[in-house]
Nanobody, 128 residues
């Protein structure tokens, strides 16, 4: 059974950094696209970033571009999200997800409905 387990969240002051990890089991990391999403209280889940397994391309939401970086370590079977210059509006539960159907170029992988396997999430809090 595929498992995605996020870790690395916490409380960080504005301007600080955190690195989230998504440990993946029962799945070969390089065969699938992985994404990071976040959901703040009372808001819809929004796409933060993804990494495409076919061409290695990455994409970011405008709100995090230049501050967040997605990466993966095939040896550790782990996907990462490095978050720098954190702001209070980054406060949310962060989720890792993958598309077990296989990557398709016509899918917008910043949209949550294109993923079918999710982790349990990790809380990131940046106080104002």
């Amino acid at each position: 059974q595929v498992q995605l387990v996020e870790s690395g969240g916490g409380l960080v002051q504005p301007g600080g950094s955190l690195k989230l990890s998504c440990a993946v089991s029962e799945l070969t990391l390089d065969y699938y696209t992985f994404g990071w999403f976040r959901q703040a209280p009372g808001k819809e889940r929004e796409g933060v970033s993804y990494i495409n397994n076919v061409d290695g391309s990455t994409a970011y939401a405008d709100s995090v571009k230049g501050r967040f970086t997605i990466s993966k370590n095939l040896a550790k079977n782990t996907v990462y999200l490095q978050m720098n210059s954190l702001k209070p509006e980054d406060t949310a539960v962060y989720y890792c997800a993958t598309d077990l159907r296989g990557t398709r170029s016509y899918r917008n992988y910043l949209l949550p409905h294109n993923y079918d396997s999710w982790g349990q999430g990790t809380q990131v809090t940046v106080p104002s």
